[in-house]
């Protein structure tokens, strides 16, 4: 028996369009908690008909905050369609250089534009404060802190895709610029900087999480499968890999899978409530076979990061669960730092190496007709698949957003947290922040996620005075 | 008196819009020094609590949702800005307005490589709101005030734009802030 429901909406300090209900029993138990994705675009259809070589350029407008991820993902893919197996040194590397400048102002935001205020005044803070500008006010080196590195990253994508926002740089076969001296000098002189304030905030996440390690230990987590990209040698690798998913004790479900073949492993359930489908491992099937993915899950899968710093991060990472993945919800935060920091170690590497000097830009190959461009998002795997035909147009496109691998897992997050923080309480501005929290620990990209397709049916229904349908029309 | 309100939502939009805000980087501390925030995805504000200044609208409205919380900004904020190019013109989500909605659905729920949906659902339900037939730029809708075309603008355009606003002074963005791509 429900008798009330409480409603947070919109879900705040998230990317993207969300909201989450909860049923109360008579007794003030939840009985249901639901995070629901209420917006729907419709890309993979209307993309059908465009010419390939605009798809790059066009399906980074599901997503403002990681549009590189999708710029990136789409040129992979249409790699394939041109019949590119391997790029350039100079295209390759300016790539990832821009990919890391994006995993880096990504992570950056998230962690102190969105995340900082729970973690500095509590999750149940006065509203006025808990927020960036509240950070801003009372903690302004570190709210500098986070605004000059994500700034820095979004540099490094103006100077490797063009565009802060929506570049160019990645086409099919290759990147359209190189990076110039000058260029590369400006982002070395404030490396070390950058390098400093990484290992600062990795700190806080770590501290964070290991002194509050009994709360998190229970708080919206949970056993599960982890999903992820890693080098041919077990390496974390963000760019390009093969696909490997583990159990919650890290034993292997499969491993060292060419993504190609990606829609022979992973599929995507449909449910009624919500617009983002809930994707699983198809051998174990829509119940057990739901796993997690973005840097909990790629610290976890990884057999070792190739970067001294942040390798010796994940051991100590590691170490807390005695070599076993880690499944507690808010550790993604001090995961996400580990990464932060690798990023800008990768930065680094890359600045250094001057074929990014080079002018060999494209390739060519023969044509083909299909392909499938995947990478590690800043959330997670990212899947794009496309089939282009002789004329140049898109007839067919499959995305598999990061944020859509973590809808189970969010949806239990939010339902272990509303069970054990509201039932039976008097619900507070302050308690229902708590099931946010545990949202926010997946940095869901909510923008990205809802991209499935253009229209939904609208229907009317029109019900006589005992309820029943008496006429019923829909159009579209 | 305090401190002058700004409130920023984004409707059908990528969050790019916003993203492009927050490039003002070191400049958001003036910022902050100029005005409060009220309702905006950076806060936990869920409803405009008070009279706005300013009011700044990423994206279009393809869902009822759109068009409630489009009409809350509108009778809460004395300005209402449309910025970037999905809120003046409804941008890439209007590429959906001439499919068909059969085909629509199929894709997405049905026919897509990976759609596992042996009982044939199609999401429906009271908690997830009805999409408007069509994609609809802001002022299509209600009146706007300004426009600030880009994709996303850039966040010089929104500086200049946002700090002639409030200083009193007139909005005249230099021929290189305004570009339409
Ligand atoms: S105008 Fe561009 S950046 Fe802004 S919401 Fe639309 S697609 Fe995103």
Known sequence: MTTRKITIEPVSRVEGHGKVTILLDEEGQVSQARLHIVEFRGFERFIQGRPYWEVPVLVQRLCGICPVSHHLAAAKAMDGIVGVDQLTPTAEKMRRLMHYGQTLQSHALHFFHLVS?????????????????????KFPDLAVQGVMMRKYGQEIIKATAGKKIHGTGAVPGGINKNLSIAERDGFLK????????????????????????????????????????????????????NLRAITKDGDKIFDQVDYQSYYKY????????????????????????????????????????DTPEAESARQEFMALTN????????????????ELLHAVEKIKELLNDSDLQGSDLMVKGERRGESVGLLEAPRGTLFHHYKVDENDQVTMANLIVSTTSNNVPMNLAVEG????????MEITEGLLNHVEVAIRAYDPCLSCATHALGQMPLVVELHDSQGNIVDQRSRG | MGKPRVATTSLAGCFGCHMSFL???ERILDLIELVDFDRSPIDDIKHISQRCAIGL??????????????????????????????????????????IPLKECIDEAYRDGVTVY???????????????????????????????????????????????????DKPVELPYELLKYD
């Open chain 1, 117 to 137: 205020p729970d973690l500095l005044f509590g999750f149940d803070a006065d509203v006025a404060i808990r927020n960036v500008i509240g950070v801003a006010q």
């Open chain 1, 190 to 241: 404030d490396l070390d900087q950058m390098l400093e304030w990484s290992r600062a905030a990795l700190k806080i996440a770590k501290d964070y999480t290991v002194e509050h390690l009994e709360t998190l230990a229970d708080f919206g987590s949970f056993d599960s499968n982890h999903l992820s990209l890693v080098r041919e040698d077990g390496a974390m690798d963000l760019y390009h890999g």
């Open chain 1, 266 to 305: 992973i599929a995507e359930e449909v449910r009624s409530w919500s617009y983002m489908k809930f994707p699983f491992i198809s051998e174990l099937g829509p119940e057990d076979g739901w796993y997690r993915v973005g840097p909990l899950a790629r610290v976890n899968t990884c057999d070792f990061i």
């Open chain 1, 323 to 338: 070599g076993k993945p880690n499944n507690i919800t808010m550790a993604y935060h001090w995961a996400r730092m580990i």
């Open chain 1, 417 to 424: 947290v509303a069970k054990k923080y509201l039932s039976g």
């Open chain 2, 23 to 25: 490039d003002i980087d």
């Open chain 2, 57 to 98: 609208v990423e994206g279009g409205c393809c869902n009822e949702e759109n068009v409630h919380v489009l009409y809350e900004f509108r009778e809460n904020c004395d300005i209402l800005i449309s910025f970037g190019d999905c809120a003046t013109m409804g941008g890439i989500p209007t590429l959906r307005n001439n």
């Open chain 2, 117 to 167: 949906n042996p009982k044939n659902i199609v999401p429906q339900d009271p908690e997830i709101p009805l999409l408007l037939d069509k994609v609809y730029p802001c002022h299509e809708v209600v009146k706007i005030d300004y426009f600030l075309p880009g994709c996303p603008p850039s966040a010089d355009c929104l500086w200049a734009a946002l700090t002639a606003l409030l200083t």
